[in-house]
């Protein structure tokens, strides 16, 4: 898998790029690529799972103009993915080497092995891991002096109470005509890009993602959201919101099991699911 590389510029000749960055978030999950010589700890040990589930959702408004084949097949791929395991099989240092299961829509799977410096934001999938233990203000990746952890939160579970490291970027961008004319685009073109990210503090390990991005102009208006949030672990207990839909559904047919042996009824009653 490839890295993803956000970079707060301006060239229009990014706009590929920065469109790309949106769906391959969920594809490679490099999100940023740093370096340093300093020791970070793992939050994670062999044997740990992580389950995440995602989400894609583009809105595109250009009767007129026709996107690059890449965007098209970026496009493609991120619809088709349904959810990922990222299980931890070695940790050496700062370097975390994890086996992933990547599952699609039409029921085929994609297994991949790799490895990610949490130290220095380098690997196959970083954006899932970063040390533990990180605090407001302290460095995503060391040596990259624009990612910091913005604060710490803390958030209900069914299990109790966890502590969340939290990073939310906003970028806007202004794109001159010159840097349009290659993209045989007019302007004006504004875009506007969202990326709030929560890593459970003890373990580094993603909590939730959320990118968004906007992009408006006289030719093309474009609206694309990604999102991965983790759904099941073997190292703590996440929000598993069906799993309490089902046993609400269970107790109410309980109820009304009871309620029938107790008193039959002469009205009929229609339940829909």
Same mark, same amino acid.
């Given at each position: 898998m ?6 707060k510029g ?9 469109t790309?960055?949106a ?12 370096v340093?010589a300093?020791?970070?700890t ?7 799972s992580f389950?995440?589930?995602?989400f ?12 690059p084949?890449m965007f098209?097949?970026?496009?493609e791929?991120a619809k088709?993915i349904?959810s990922?395991?990222?299980t931890?099989?070695?940790v050496q240092?700062s370097?975390?080497?994890?086996q992933t %299961?990547m @599952?699609f829509?039409? +029921?085929?799977?994609?297994?991949? #092995?790799? &490895?990610?410096d949490?130290a220095t934001? $380098?690997?196959?999938f970083t954006?899932?891991?970063?040390a ?5 203000n302290d460095l %995503?990746y @060391?040596g990259?002096t +624009?990612?910091?952890?913005?604060g #710490?939160i &803390?958030?209900?579970?069914p299990?109790g $109470?966890r502590e969340?490291?939290y990073?939310s970027?906003s ?9 349009l004319?290659?993209?045989?685009l007019?302007?004006p ?5 969202t990326?709030?990210v929560?890593?459970?503090k003890i373990?580094?390990s993603?909590?939730e993602?959320?990118y968004?991005m906007?992009?408006?102009s006289?030719?093309?208006?474009a609206?694309i959201?990604?999102e991965?949030k983790?759904?099941?672990s073997?190292?703590?207990t996440v929000?598993?919101?069906p799993s ?7 107790l109410t047919?309980?109820?009304f ?7 039959p ?6 339940f829909?699911?």
């Amino acid at each position: 898998m490839g890295k993803t590389v956000i970079e707060k510029g301006t060239q229009m000749a990014n706009i590929k790029l920065k469109t790309a960055t949106a769906l391959a978030l969920i594809i490679s999950s490099s999100l940023f690529a740093c370096v340093s010589a300093q020791t970070r700890t793992p939050g994670v040990s062999e044997g740990n799972s992580f389950k995440y589930l995602f989400f894609f959702d583009a809105n595109m408004s250009n009767p007129d103009y026709l996107l690059p084949s890449m965007f098209d097949a970026l496009m493609e791929q991120a619809k088709s993915i349904d959810s990922m395991e990222l299980t931890i099989t070695k940790v050496q240092g700062s370097i975390i080497t994890a086996q992933t %299961v990547m @599952q699609f829509k039409n +029921g085929t799977q994609q297994t991949t #092995t790799g &490895t990610t410096d949490i130290a220095t934001g $380098q690997g196959d999938f970083t954006m899932f891991l970063i040390a533990a233990n990180l605090n407001a203000n302290d460095l %995503v990746y @060391q040596g990259n002096t +624009g990612e910091r952890i913005n604060g #710490t939160i &803390t958030r209900t579970y069914p299990a109790g $109470q966890r502590e969340v490291n939290y990073q939310s970027i906003s970028m806007e961008y202004n794109v001159t005509d010159e840097e349009l004319s290659s993209f045989n685009l007019e302007g004006p073109l504004q875009q506007t890009n969202t990326q709030d990210v929560y890593w459970d503090k003890i373990t580094g390990s993603l909590v939730e993602m959320s990118y968004q991005m906007t992009t408006r102009s006289q030719q093309i208006n474009a609206d694309i959201s990604v999102e991965v949030k983790l759904a099941q672990s073997n190292v703590y207990t996440v929000p598993e919101f069906p799993s309490v839909i089902i046993a609400l559904i269970a107790l109410t047919l309980s109820t009304f099991a009871i309620i029938k042996l107790q008193k039959p009824s002469s009205k009929n009653h229609k339940f829909s699911s």
